[in-house]
DNA sequence: CATAATGTGTTGCTTTTGCAACGGAAAATA
DNA sequence: TATTTTCCGTTGCAAAAGCAACACATTATG
């Protein structure tokens, strides 16, 4: 995409400028927000970790998404078809935008430099969601254990441009990133690790293979 | 949402105004288009079902999305990690409108009202993309093939405002949308009708709980 | 209309995954 | 620092899902 946006730059200069929206701090293990209660949001993750969970009627854990620094998230981006609540909760300290998305959308009277800008690059923001999105889906609709672990290393691998990485998750939390029972993708790990496709020393994953 | 923007119309009305499109029309199986080999394409199909389809190396076809009128597609959508091609082919007859992407986002010099209106409308677009993708993830995450199944069952019922509705698939398909065997699903589909959740009359489902 | 191709429905067997449980390591907290 | 809580790593067993194969129905196609 050739239009890159400098998010970051763009909410240091002007997160201050614009008054319809709210800046909250969470500590860790807070919940940000949830997308039943707070319906049409939109929230930009100015610093820190937090992860879209939702419980299922079989109490299984789902983290539907992971969320660090410039992430978007809200309930603008779902549909809730389901009772089952959604909530984001913070992983570490988390400095949080909340804004109206209609107020984005329709500007605001005030016609703040931070509006304009934001929905001029809202395109291009949305955008980067979906391309996200749609890696996840690539992930999710791997048949096997293994192809979701290993797809999920080649990932990160490509993003950090080396075939040694740190998981941004425990690996608890990772089973419920993939989808998967915990203690079976601990023995899918140590078969990989037996088969000679990753090592794994501590947080950090090295790929072997190709 | 608010912003209701009327795809449909506003092609009816402006789909010829604009010179920087493509307009070309499938029949059933053609190759719509490839994301690997045509990057930065926005295509809107205007007509018709299509998919988008994935092989991976095991030779298991998984349809990534299923697409119907006014759907949005192309490779501005997907950031290519794989080398797995990913194809759209048209299931019916289609009609599809092609674009550059950045033609779109920096507006055409000729300013038409068609690039106008679209780029303004493009965020909303764009996000019920994001919704839909989400309620995909929503499937995908379900940990059994019964979940899955009666969670799509749900999804198209709350869509058509009935209990009872036509597939938009082959069962065939079907597993392959929803990531899993397909005998597998024929024997939970048994099941599910055994066990009283759901009738099936041809291509028809109605569902019986609650 | 005959024939081919595709889709449906089923089943036995194998493999993978989930579940439950546990001990010990590591991290958080009082 | 003592203690509680969370996380890691492992295992036996049960359940679910995948694979392969087949017969039959339905739908395209020459």
């Keep these: 995409m050739n239009t890159n946006f400098d998010l970051e730059n763009f909410i240091l200069d002007f997160s201050n400028s614009c008054q319809k929206k709210q800046k909250k701090v969470f500590s ?11 319906r049409n949001q939109l929230c930009i993750l100015l610093d820190g970790h937090a992860d879209l969970v939702r419980y299922d009627l079989n109490g299984n ?14 309930e603008v981006f779902y549909t809730i078809t389901t009772n089952n609540e959604l909530l984001v909760e913070a ?4 400095t949080v935008l909340f804004y109206i998305y209609d107020d984005i959308f329709h500007k605001c009277k005030n016609n703040c430099k931070f509006h304009q800008t934001l929905s001029e690059n809202l395109p291009q923001l949305i955008l980067n969601k979906v391309t996200d999105l749609n890696m996840r889906i690539e992930l999710l609709t791997k048949r096997s254990t293994r192809d979701k672990l290993l797809g999920y290393f080649s990932l990160l691998s490509t993003r950090k441009l080396s075939t040694s990485f740190e998981l941004p998750f425990s690996l608890t939390d990772l089973a419920d990133y993939l989808s998967v029972d915990r203690s079976a993708m601990m023995r899918e790990l140590k078969l990989l690790k037996e088969d000679g496709f990753i090592e794994k020393v501590g947080n950090r994953i090295i790929l072997l293979y190709k």
Excluded: D, M, P, W
Excluded at 28 to 38: A, G, M, R
Excluded at 61 to 74: C, D, M, P, W, Y
Excluded at 91 to 94: D, E, L, P, R, Y
């Design 28 to 38: 860790k293990n807070e919940v940000v927000t949830t997308y039943i209660k707070n």
């Design 91 to 94: 992983k570490s300290n988390c």
């Design 61 to 74: 854990r789902t983290i539907v998404e992971h969320f660090s620094k410039n992430a978007l998230f809200g």
